[in-house]
């Protein structure tokens, strides 16, 4: 079996509210390997995008260990993390967080200019992007000209335009009505099965069921593990 993709060991995150410690993480163990379609599901202030947060180096562990691609990124630098970030991970998050004063192509290439893409090969994988998710012809429209659907559309085609090899949702459809959140839905499998690593933070039974495993987090602990990664 090849080394996991991303591999957590007994990773701990606490946080102080007030006078209170409220612990994030709680000695979370976790591998997941190329490919994997993994739901997150628990209660609220479970830890649920504490650990997507870890797993995609916005947050950093106050104790254990994170691997990713092998590479040990527990103290990584922040800049050395931007620029990991950057590469190999892509976010969607539940209220799209789209630039208003970009068009929907512009918003897309944002990722691309941060990276030094060249203007040609950026616009040329904008459009083509675009054109995969049903967006050609909303381009030059601005979020506000855009329905949740579209606008969460847009959120995926940014997260994907750098070509990671991890995909991180939290509540990708939370903000959407039942038919535009399947449209997400099937957009978000179809990248997985083309290959990208998919973690999905998400409270809806129907979108959990869909993953081929389901983790589930109680206090900041893994209570349940559908089908662990081998090692």
Do not use: W
Not at 10 to 33: H, I, K, N, P, Y
Not at 214 to 227: H, M
């Amino acid at each position: 079996m090849t080394e996991p993709v991303i591999e957590l060991a007994e990773v701990m995150r606490s946080f102080q509210v007030g006078t209170e410690t409220v612990r994030g993480l709680d000695r979370v163990s976790l591998a997941v390997a190329r490919g994997e379609y993994l739901a997150i599901t628990g209660p609220s202030g479970s830890g649920k995008s504490t650990l997507l947060h870890t797993i995609g180096l916005l947050d950093r562990p106050d104790q254990g260990r994170y691997r990713l691609h092998g590479q040990d990124v527990t103290r990584l630098d922040d800049d050395a993390r931007a620029h990991l970030r950057r590469q190999a991970i892509g976010f969607v998050f539940q209220f799209f967080h789209l630039v208003p004063r970009l068009t929907a192509a512009e918003n897309v290439e944002l990722p691309l200019v941060l990276a030094g893409v060249p203007p040609r090969l950026r616009r040329e994988r904008v459009a083509r992007l675009l054109a995969r998710l049903g967006l050609a012809d909303r381009a030059g429209h601005r979020p506000d000209e855009l329905s949740g659907g579209q606008r969460q559309r847009v959120a995926i085609a940014r997260a994907a335009v750098t070509e990671p090899e991890i995909l991180l949702a939290d509540e990708p459809t939370g903000n959407l009505d039942r038919a535009a959140g399947r449209e997400v839905i099937a957009i978000l499998e179809e990248l997985n099965a083309a290959g990208l690593t998919l973690l999905v933070v998400t409270h809806d039974p129907e979108l959990a069921s869909r993953a081929r495993r389901q983790l589930r987090l109680e206090d900041g602990r893994i209570i349940a593990d559908s089908a662990p990664c081998a090692p």
